[in-house]
Protein backbone atom coordinates (compact mmCIF):
# COMPACT_ATOMS: atom_id res chain seq x y z
CA UNK A 1 0.00 0.00 0.00
CA UNK A 2 0.96 3.73 -0.05
CA UNK A 3 0.90 6.36 2.10
CA UNK A 4 0.00 9.92 0.77
CA UNK A 5 -0.32 13.18 2.95
CA UNK A 6 -1.16 16.06 1.89
CA UNK A 7 0.48 18.59 4.18
CA UNK A 8 -0.70 22.45 5.24
CA UNK A 9 2.85 23.85 3.44
CA UNK A 10 1.98 22.28 0.09
CA UNK A 11 4.56 19.77 0.38
CA UNK A 12 2.97 16.39 -0.96
CA UNK A 13 5.19 13.20 -0.31
CA UNK A 14 4.22 9.59 -0.63
CA UNK A 15 6.22 6.47 0.48
CA UNK A 16 5.61 3.27 -0.48
CA UNK A 17 5.48 0.64 0.19
CA UNK A 18 4.31 0.88 3.69
CA UNK A 19 5.21 -1.77 5.46
CA UNK A 20 8.16 -2.05 3.99
CA UNK A 21 8.31 -6.15 2.94
CA UNK A 22 11.33 -6.03 0.48
CA UNK A 23 14.69 -3.92 0.89
CA UNK A 24 13.12 -0.52 -1.18
CA UNK A 25 11.50 2.06 -0.58
CA UNK A 26 9.99 4.16 -3.17
CA UNK A 27 9.91 8.15 -2.28
CA UNK A 28 7.62 10.81 -4.20
CA UNK A 29 7.68 14.34 -3.91
CA UNK A 30 5.33 17.02 -5.56
CA UNK A 31 8.81 19.09 -5.59
CA UNK A 32 13.01 18.28 -5.89
CA UNK A 33 14.02 15.58 -2.77
CA UNK A 34 17.52 17.39 -1.57
CA UNK A 35 17.95 14.31 0.66
CA UNK A 36 16.73 11.34 2.88
CA UNK A 37 17.49 10.25 6.39
CA UNK A 38 16.31 6.74 7.90
CA UNK A 39 16.60 7.00 11.69
CA UNK A 40 15.72 3.99 13.99
CA UNK A 41 12.55 4.64 16.96
CA UNK A 42 15.87 6.33 19.08
CA UNK A 43 16.84 8.93 16.58
CA UNK A 44 20.00 7.34 15.44
CA UNK A 45 21.26 7.85 11.84
CA UNK A 46 20.80 4.60 9.61
CA UNK A 47 21.15 5.98 6.28
CA UNK A 48 21.76 8.85 4.20
CA UNK A 49 21.02 9.64 1.15
CA UNK A 50 21.55 12.82 -1.09
CA UNK A 51 18.59 13.19 -3.75
CA UNK A 52 20.40 15.03 -6.32
CA UNK A 53 17.15 17.06 -6.52
CA UNK A 54 14.64 15.02 -8.50
CA UNK A 55 11.51 14.36 -7.86
CA UNK A 56 11.35 10.60 -7.13
CA UNK A 57 14.44 8.32 -4.99
CA UNK A 58 14.63 4.70 -4.14
CA UNK A 59 15.96 3.81 -1.05
CA UNK A 60 17.92 0.23 -0.26
CA UNK A 61 17.11 -0.78 3.08
CA UNK A 62 18.94 -4.06 2.71
CA UNK A 63 20.07 -5.07 6.44
CA UNK A 64 17.62 -2.79 8.52
CA UNK A 65 15.89 -5.33 11.35
CA UNK A 66 11.82 -5.48 11.41
CA UNK A 67 10.78 -2.90 13.21
CA UNK A 68 9.57 1.19 13.25
CA UNK A 69 11.85 3.23 11.40
CA UNK A 70 11.11 7.85 11.22
CA UNK A 71 12.27 8.53 7.35
CA UNK A 72 13.37 12.33 7.16
CA UNK A 73 12.56 13.74 3.28
CA UNK A 74 14.18 17.27 2.82
CA UNK A 75 12.62 19.16 -0.09
CA UNK A 76 12.92 22.38 -1.90
CA UNK A 77 9.85 23.70 -0.05
CA UNK A 78 10.78 21.90 3.39
CA UNK A 79 11.09 19.14 5.87
CA UNK A 80 8.56 16.09 6.16
CA UNK A 81 9.39 12.58 8.46
CA UNK A 82 7.25 10.07 8.30
CA UNK A 83 7.11 6.63 10.43
CA UNK A 84 7.44 3.63 8.21
CA UNK A 85 7.39 -0.15 9.29
CA UNK A 86 9.75 -2.88 7.93
CA UNK A 87 8.36 -6.21 8.66
Avoid: C, F, H, W
Avoid at 8 to 31: G, H, Q
Amino acid sequence: STVSIQENNNINVSISPNPVTASKLRIEANNAILGVLVKDNGGRLLRQISGGETNSMQIDLNGLKSGLYLVEINTMKGLIVRKIMIQ
